[in-house]
C-alpha cells in the first residue's frame, strides 16, 4: 500500500457490457486509487480499446445469445449466422450509458484540464478501430502537451 511504484501503472481496457453493469463505479475507485497512491512517481499507461464493441455489435450479441438461451442446442451456428444478417442500426440506452461510462473512466484518468497526463511517462493505446466515432472522441481527449512523455505506441 506505501509502494508508490506499484500503483504507477495503469491498465485500462473496456470490459465486456454485462461485466461492466457490475464493475464500472469498481474502475473509477481503481483509477483514483492508482493516482493517488502512485504520487510523485511518472505512470505508465496501457489503454486498451481494441476490443471495444460497437453498438451494433452489443445489439447483434444480445439477440444472438438471447435466442440461444430458447433454442435447440444444434442449432447454434444456424442462430449466430441469423444474428449477423439483422439489421441492429438503431439507438440503445442501455449502450449509450456504457459508452458514456466507459468514457468517464477515461477522463478519471486523464483528470480535469487534462492534469493527470502531465503525470504519463509512457502510453500503449489500442485504438478502438471498429468504432472510428468512439475513436476521434478518445483521441480528442488528448489533445495538449505531455511534458514528461517519454513513449507512445498507438495500435
Known amino acids: 500500500m506505501q509502494s508508490p511504484r506499484l500503483w504507477a501503472r495503469i491498465q485500462l481496457s473496456?470490459?465486456?457490457?454485462?461485466?461492466?453493469?457490475?464493475?464500472?463505479?469498481?474502475?473509477?475507485?481503481?483509477?483514483?486509487?492508482?493516482?493517488?497512491?502512485?504520487?510523485p512517481l511518472l505512470l505508465d499507461?496501457?489503454?486498451?480499446?481494441?476490443?471495444?464493441?460497437?453498438?451494433?455489435?452489443?445489439?447483434?450479441?444480445m439477440i444472438y445469445f438471447?435466442?440461444?438461451?430458447?433454442?435447440?442446442?444444434?442449432?447454434?451456428d444456424a442462430i449466430f449466422d441469423w444474428s449477423l444478417s439483422v439489421?441492429?442500426?438503431?439507438?440503445?440506452?442501455?449502450?449509450?450509458?456504457y459508452?458514456?461510462?466507459?468514457?468517464?473512466?477515461l477522463a478519471t484518468l486523464i483528470g480535469p484540464t487534462s492534469i493527470h497526463t502531465e503525470r504519463w511517462r509512457t502510453l500503449y493505446f489500442f485504438v478502438p478501430w471498429r468504432d472510428p466515432l468512439t475513436a476521434a472522441d478518445i483521441w480528442n481527449m488528448f489533445i495538449g502537451t505531455k511534458s514528461n512523455l517519454q513513449s507512445l505506441s498507438i495500435v
Open 99 to 105: 459508452l458514456e461510462d466507459t468514457i468517464a473512466d
Open 14 to 39: 473496456p470490459v465486456s457490457f454485462t461485466v461492466y453493469e457490475d464493475s464500472h463505479i469498481l474502475l473509477q475507485q481503481y483509477i483514483e486509487v492508482c493516482l493517488q497512491r502512485s504520487q
Open 45 to 61: 499507461i496501457e489503454l486498451d480499446y481494441e476490443s471495444f464493441r460497437t453498438c451494433e455489435d452489443y445489439i447483434r450479441d
Open 66 to 76: 438471447s435466442t440461444l438461451s430458447v433454442a435447440d442446442e444444434d442449432e447454434e
Open 87 to 97: 439489421d441492429c442500426d438503431f439507438r440503445s440506452t442501455a449502450y449509450d450509458k
